[in-house]
Every structure is written in C-alpha cells, then in structure tokens.
C-alpha cells in the first residue's frame, strides 16, 4: 500500500455561482467544481445532473484513479464491472481503478450525482473536449486521440446495454 499526501495548502472553496457549467440545458450537465490541480492531486471532482432517462457515460475505465458516485437526488444506474446497480438518494458507489463503468439515470427518472476521481488527475479539460464535439467544433473521433492524456478509455458492455435495454438494474 502506498501513501498520497496531496500537496496544496489553500482551503479550496468553490462557490455554486462559480463553477463552470457544460452542457446547460441539456439532458447531461456538468458542473466542474475542482480539478486535480486545485486540490494537490488529490481527487477531481464535479456535479452530474441526468434529464429523465439520460445516459451519463458510456462504458470506459480509468486505469490510475477510482471514481466515486455519491447520489443527491434521483436514481440512477451504474456499472461497476459486471454489476449494474440501482442507487438512489443518498447511495454510495465506489468503482476501483481498471474497472469499467458507466452511468445513467434510471429509465423515468433523473438523477443528480456527486462525482469524485481519485487521486486526481486533470480531467476537466476532458469535459470541455466533448463541448467541443457536441457543438461540432472537433469531430467525435478526436476524443480517441486524448484517451490516455485523461485516463478515460473506452470499452463495450453487453451487461450494461441489456440493463439500459430493460430499463432496470
């Protein structure tokens, strides 16, 4: 076992009014609240609000960082592996490096989650990247160019397709 010491000294305080929105008035938003750099490495972290029925993420693993859910409102589907889990307010899902997992909110529902990366790494010029795309300014292939350099890699689940299928976890 080895041991982080994230190296920052500041308090971090990030204000609601002051957090970065991508994705406004669509049905996934992204509310960035503080990158790895602004916590000495110690975790990334922002706030997933899903429309009824949203698609958070797709299936992908982060080989370096665990990723946290912590569900405020809602319900939600989440992969962990080969597991898919329904969590509702209040739940807490921890998903190790390596692991492939995706989200959603449940079929009829909307889900409004805490995420956290840990240890961090610099991840929100990732969520930028895919503004990028949504509005056409970079073409959806580009997001396999940058794959490594966020740690995000992409993969299929045919659990998690029959479970989005379904409409249950």
Known sequence: MSLFV????????VRAADAEVIGA???????????????????????????????????HHHSKSAEMFYVLDGTALLLSGEQVVTAEQGDL????PGTQHAFAAAPGETAD????????????????HLERIRFGKVP??????????YDNHFGTSAVWEEALARGRA
Do not use: H, K
């Not at 994230?6 to 305080?13: G, S």
């Not at 989650?113 to 930028?128: K, S």
């Open 6 to 13: 994230p190296d920052f000294d500041d308090t971090v305080v």
């Open 113 to 128: 989650m805490l995420v956290v990366i840990t240890p961090g790494i610099e991840r929100f010029e990732y969520f930028r």
């Open 93 to 96: 899902v921890v998903v190790p």
């Open 140 to 149: 959806l292939e580009s997001i396999l160019e940058v794959q490594e350099l």
């Open 25 to 59: 008035g669509t049905p996934v938003t992204n509310r960035l609240l503080a990158d790895s750099s602004a916590t000495g490495g110690a975790f990334s972290t922002m706030r997933v609000t899903l429309g009824e029925g949203a698609n958070g993420a797709r299936p």
